[in-house]
């Protein structure tokens, strides 16, 4: 487990997001700003939603590529304890992302990494599988954040309060947040326990160069690298300026 910091630093920053299926830019601007990135997957899985699939481009339109797991019933089980149900899903990813984006600038370029990511993986957990895309993701980015589990941290009971816990484990004095927890994020907690909340945009994103029609920003970050390769951080936020 991290250990507990003694003192918060203002200066660091943390956030804490589920792992997903290689996510869209905008999940790697997040981790770009931060310090430390919690993978927050002891918390219920959720069915039809990012962490088991994402979207390409194609020439008939957007595609979801998802990965099939076991469910055990409705509100039963957390991402972590979530195993893919089929271990040819990484061939027929595969052969999706080859035959849509083998005409892609850096398709070739980036092939080397990606490809054993599918092909010879024998991975069962879903987080593990996710995770290891998103580190194969950072790395053609540049980003160095730290990555850990949630549940190498304090994990005292409530949302909130696991936040606070999380932020001082990592000894992180501000924490970012997406735009979706202002429904439930209990800033005034965070404060009065000497953290800083500051919240992410994903506005204002350029376009970049794309196959298959019109420009779709809500895709997976694959479709950045393949098609803008090197140059890929020019269209990302957090490479010129903070949230």
């Known amino acids: 487990m991290v250990g507990v910091a003694e003192a918060i630093?203002?200066?660091?920053?943390?956030?804490?997001?589920?792992?997903?299926?290689?996510?869209?830019?905008?999940?790697?601007?997040?981790?770009?700003?931060v310090d430390?990135?919690?993978?927050?997957?002891?918390?219920?899985?959720?069915?039809?939603?990012?962490?088991n699939r994402n979207v390409i481009k194609t020439p008939s339109g957007l595609k979801w590529l998802t990965i099939p797991v076991e469910?055990?019933?409705?509100y039963t089980q957390l991402i972590r304890e979530t195993r893919i149900a089929d271990p040819g899903w990484g061939k027929r990813h595969w052969t999706s992302l080859v035959h849509n984006y083998s005409r892609a600038k850096y398709f070739k370029q980036y092939r080397e990494l990606f490809e054993p990511l599918y092909l010879e993986s024998t991975q069962v957990s879903l987080s593990l599988s996710n995770r290891a895309f998103i580190?194969?993701?950072?790395?053609?980015?540049?980003?160095?954040?730290?990555?850990?589990w949630s549940w190498e941290h304090p994990?005292?009971?409530?949302?909130?309060?696991?936040?606070?816990?999380i932020c001082k484990s990592v000894n992180a004095g501000t924490y970012?947040?997406?735009?979706?927890?202002?429904?439930?994020?209990d800033e005034k907690l965070l404060v009065s326990e000497g953290i800083k909340v500051e919240w992410m945009?994903?506005?204002?994103?350029?376009?970049?160069?794309?196959?298959?029609?019109?420009?779709?920003?809500?895709?997976?970050?694959?479709?950045?690298?393949?098609?803008?390769?090197?140059?890929?951080?020019?269209?990302?936020?957090?490479?010129?300026?903070?949230?």
Not at 176 to 185: E, R, T, V
Not at 233 to 243: E, I, T
Request: charged share 25%; glycine share 8%.
């Open 9 to 33: 630093d203002m200066g660091k920053r943390t956030a804490l997001v589920q792992s997903n299926y290689i996510p869209w830019k905008g999940y790697f601007d997040l981790i770009n700003l």
């Open 71 to 74: 469910v055990k019933g409705k």
């Open 176 to 185: 970012l947040s997406g735009p979706s927890a202002k429904g439930y994020l």
């Open 36 to 51: 430390d990135f919690v993978l927050l997957d002891d918390v219920q899985y959720t069915r039809r939603d990012w962490r």
């Open 155 to 165: 994990l005292p009971e409530g949302k909130n309060e696991r936040l606070v816990a």
């Open 201 to 243: 945009s994903y506005d204002g994103y350029p376009e970049y160069r794309q196959l298959h029609g019109g420009f779709e920003h809500r895709v997976t970050a694959l479709d950045l690298i393949f098609n803008e390769g090197p140059e890929a951080p020019l269209y990302m936020r957090s490479f010129h300026r903070a949230a």
């Open 135 to 148: 580190e194969a993701i950072c790395s053609v980015l540049g980003i160095k954040t730290r990555l850990t």
